[in-house]
Structures are given as C-alpha cells and as structure tokens.
C-alpha cells in the first residue's frame, strides 16, 4: 500500500492512495543489481487553482534495485501508465481529455517492509487532443509491503 503527497511548479496538490504488486521476475541480474518492477493502481486527487479533481490510475513501473543488504535496498524506477479524470480543466490548465498518461521517474530506498521514495510524474494527453497543457509534479512517496 502506498501514500503520496506532492505539489506542482503552480501551487496543485495531488495525494494519491495506491495499492502495488511485485513483478515475479529479474531480469540482467549482475553484482551490481537487477531489474524488476511492480504494477500500481491508484485513486488520485488534486486540489488547486481554485479546483479539485478526481482520478483512477494504472501503471507498470520498472525498477532497477541495487541490493546493498537485507534490510537496505536502493533503487531507482520509470514507469509510463494511464489515468482517468473527472474533469478536464483543472484552474488554468485545460488538459482537454479525461483520459492521460501517466509517466514517472524517480528514486528510492526500501528498509525492510517500508519503502521511501522521490518522484517526478507528469500527466498529459500525448498531443491526442489539444490543447494538451499537461501537469508536472514532484512526489514523495511512502509504502507499506504486507
């Protein structure tokens, strides 16, 4: 289970609620680390510019962990998924399709059963429909493995 907090450039908030499987798979496994990943499925809301909106999303996500020990595992991951939204405007902004990608790069740490981690997502239409004015946001999450 996964909580996010984080804030765009403009001052919107977006706190997600995910819930994550592990992929079952490495793959180029070396002394250094190994790729792997997870699949997420979250509910989004973002709060800002004087609106809110609602979204659903689903991501696979690729990670390349570097395993230091048992108990501390850093990584760093990159994921591209999709997402449905409530609304197509959101203050200014007029993303002009409920329907967006969802892409993200970040860094982080798992200790044991908690993981940490930094997070830069954006959110946009890939030019499907225009105006297209897509939504970055940097993101601190933190997991929960039960």
Not at 36 to 56: A, T
Not at 109 to 131: E, G, T, V
């Amino acid at each position: 289970m996964t909580l996010d907090y984080g804030q765009s450039q403009d001052g919107i908030a977006i706190y997600r609620i995910g819930l994550r499987r592990a992929f079952e798979t490495h793959w180029f496994e070396s002394t250094s680390g190994y790729l792997s990943g997870y699949w997420e499925g979250s509910l989004n809301y973002w709060n800002g510019k004087g609106d809110e909106n609602y979204g659903i999303a689903f991501s696979p996500v690729f990670t390349y962990i570097f395993p230091l020990s048992a108990a501390y595992t850093p990584y760093v991951e990159a994921g591209a998924g999709v997402s449905l939204w409530r609304r197509v405007r959101m203050g200014s902004r007029n993303l002009s399709s409920a329907f967006l990608f969802e892409d993200r790069i970040g860094a982080g740490l798992r200790m044991n059963a908690w993981d940490f981690c930094l997070r830069f997502m954006h959110y946009s239409n890939a030019d499907i429909k225009l105006p297209n004015d897509g939504i970055d946001i940097g993101i601190l999450s933190v997991s929960y493995s039960f």
